[in-house]
């Protein structure tokens, strides 16, 4: 067995519970779900059924492959706090819930068994991924929950802003490793599916991140969730003809989850950034939302302040 330590801190609150909703809890199964996640859409394996099998090699399954990693999480200076889960004004429902806020600090402990899925390296840089991309708990998709690795070894990547986005075109295409051509590309700041594998873009019926940019340095963490918080009501104010945002919805009794993954990552000299990821957003087959990103780009100029 081989173990590693990871060193965290929360960078946004994180509103994460177990059986006792009204707790807060650090949750291993989270961080596990957070990695399945990413994993799943940034690989671009067209054939679902090779997609799960290889998903069950690296994280295990319930049928026949056994975990070849185990996580636990362990809490540091970890205070809890109730603060409101939604910050806008105009929210009529307004809950308040237990979380552990920002600056809080906690460890990942990460086990390694015999020679099943890949290598610690692997997993290390998937939770780097990963906390780039996404959050733990309530509203992960709105900018809570996020982590920062502050000490993850001495082969740790040094992220600064000008490093991180060549670093997680890497990863993607790391986790792209059996394709003849790269999955992702940097072009101009911005992480895209690569265009010369746009010819496979209508016959993918799930989410995969179509392309991931970066926005303005944040400087207080508060009022960049409020002004997320206030953009996920204005976009709604103008519905779609047929009231299916991409953006998330919950409508007629069934429900959408946003396809615009709004995250907040600290580069290595400590600059906060939010981290917008666009994953294809598809009901079903025959019903592709925003195709063109009208929408979301949108919300993220209610967010920036400006023309995104």
Not at 115 to 128: D, T
Not at 169 to 191: F, G, H, M, R, W
Not at 200 to 209: E, G, H, K
């Amino acid at each position: 067995m081989n173990k590693e330590t990871l060193n965290c801190e929360l960078i946004t609150p994180m509103f994460s519970s177990g059986m006792d909703t009204k707790k807060a809890e650090l949750r291993a199964s989270e961080l596990k779900a957070l990695m399945r996640y990413v994993y799943r859409i940034s690989n671009q394996t067209l054939d679902t059924q090779k997609l799960y099998e290889e998903e069950a090699r690296l994280f295990g399954d319930a049928e026949k492959h056994a975990s070849p990693i185990r996580l636990q999480l362990v809490a540091g200076e970890l205070k809890t706090e109730r603060k409101l889960l939604l910050l806008h004004p105009k929210a009529g429902h307004k809950p308040i819930s237990e979380c552990y806020p920002e600056k809080g600090t906690y460890s990942i402990v990460l086990r390694k068994f015999l020679n099943k899925g890949e290598g610690m390296s692997f997993y290390r840089n998937l939770i780097l991924l990963s906390f780039i991309l996404g959050g733990m708990g309530k509203r992960s998709r709105r900018g809570r929950g996020c982590s920062a690795v502050v000490n993850a070894g001495e082969s740790a990547p040094d992220l600064t802003r000008e490093a991180l986005l060549p670093w997680m075109t890497e990863q993607l295409n790391l986790l792209n490793a059996t394709s003849a051509s790269p999955a992702y590309v940097l072009e101009k700041d911005i992480i895209r599916f690569h265009p010369n594998r746009y010819e496979n873009w209508s016959r993918y019926n799930r989410p995969v991140i179509e392309k991931i940019r970066l926005g303005k340095p944040i400087n207080n963490v508060n009022k960049f969730l409020l002004e997320v918080d206030l953009a996920s009501h204005k976009i709604k104010l103008s519905p779609p003809k047929n009231n299916l945002f991409a953006t998330g919805y919950a409508y007629k009794g069934s429900k959408f989850a946003s396809s615009l993954l709004i995250s907040v990552t600290r580069t290595s000299k400590g600059e906060l950034l939010p981290v917008y990821t666009f994953v294809k957003a598809v009901v079903d087959r025959n019903t592709p939302l925003d195709k063109d990103h009208t929408e979301r780009n949108e919300m993220i100029s209610f967010i920036e302040g400006g023309t995104f």
